[in-house]
C-alpha cells in the first residue's frame, strides 16, 4: 500500500515512522509542512495522484491550545479546511483516510468514560476546529477513521512529560493541577492501533469514529508524580486547582474516554498508562 503520512516531525509523526519501519512491506511517505503543507489543496491532490496514495495517516494539525484562542483563523485552516481537502482527496482517489481528534470536543462535565455517540460540546477554539475537522471529513463522504485520543506524550516534542522533567531540574517543588481526570497516552501506542486500524480495514467501505488513549485514569499532579518517581527525582508535586492556574483556552475537568469500540473492533489490549511512560521515558534523553 502507498501511505501519506502528514505532520511527521510531530509527536504522533515520529511513532509512525517506527512502526513504519516494522512495515516494510508498504511504500511509506513521509511529509510536513516543509514538504507537503496540508493546507495546500492543489499540492495535496497533486501528491496524491504522483504517488496513487491508497492511505492517509494526517498527524499534522494546529495543536497549540491556549494560541488558538488568539489565531482562531489559522488553527481553522489547518484543523478544518485542510482535513477537508485532504478527505477530498481521499474519496477521488478511494483512498483511506485516518484522521486523530481529540477528548476536547466534549465538554468535560461528564462523569463516565465518554463514548463515541456521546453529545460533544468543546469549550475551547482548539476543540471546536477539531470537531469540525471531523464533522468535514465526515460530509465528504470518504472512507475514513477518526481516532480521538488525549493527553498525548513522546519522546520527541513538547509535552507534558519533558516539561515536568526540565522543571525538576532547576525546582525542588512544583504545582500541578488536581482536579483534571483524563489518560496520558504515548504516541507509541497510538501509533500502532492507527497502524492496526490500516490492517484492519485495508481497502474496505468505513466511516467511523474511534476512542483511543491508555488504560487508567489519573490528574494531571498524579501523571507528574508518576514522571518524577520513573525518573527518580525528588521534586515535590503541590496539588492545585484549575482555578489558581488560569490558561487561555478552558480545558474539559473530565475527559477519560471509553475505549470499547476499538478494542471490539481490533481484538487488541491497551497498556495501561503508567506502563507505556515507562516505556516511553526510556527513550528520554533529558
Ligand atoms: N498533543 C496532545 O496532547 C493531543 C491530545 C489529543 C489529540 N491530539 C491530536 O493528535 C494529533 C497529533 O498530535 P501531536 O501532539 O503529534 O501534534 P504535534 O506534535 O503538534 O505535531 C503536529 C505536526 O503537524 C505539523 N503541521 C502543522 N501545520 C501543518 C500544515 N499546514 N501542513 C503540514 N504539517 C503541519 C506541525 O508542524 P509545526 O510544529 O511546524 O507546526 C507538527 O510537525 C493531532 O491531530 C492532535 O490534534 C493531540
Redesign the pocket.
Known sequence: MNILV??C?????HEMQKIAAKHPEHQWHFT??DS????DGAAVEAFFATYAIQACIN?????AVDRAEDEPDLAYK?NVE?PRRLAESCLRHDALLLH????YVFDGKGSRPYREDDPTGPTSVYGQT?LEGERAIAETGCRHCIVR????YSAT?K?FVKTMLMLAENHDQINVVCDQQGTPTW?GDLALALMRLIEHYGNQPVGEVFHFTNEGVTTWNRFAEAVFEIAGKHCLVNAITTDQYPTKATRPAYSVLDKTKIKQTLDMEIPDWKDSLRRCMEELTI
Open positions: 502528514t505532520g516531525y510531530g509527536q504522533l509523526g510536513d509542512i507537503l503543507d496540508i493546507c498527524c499534522a494539525a494546529y495543536t489547518v485542510a486523530v481528534s481529540t477528548d477539531k485520543t488525549a493527553w498525548l516534542g509535552n504516541a
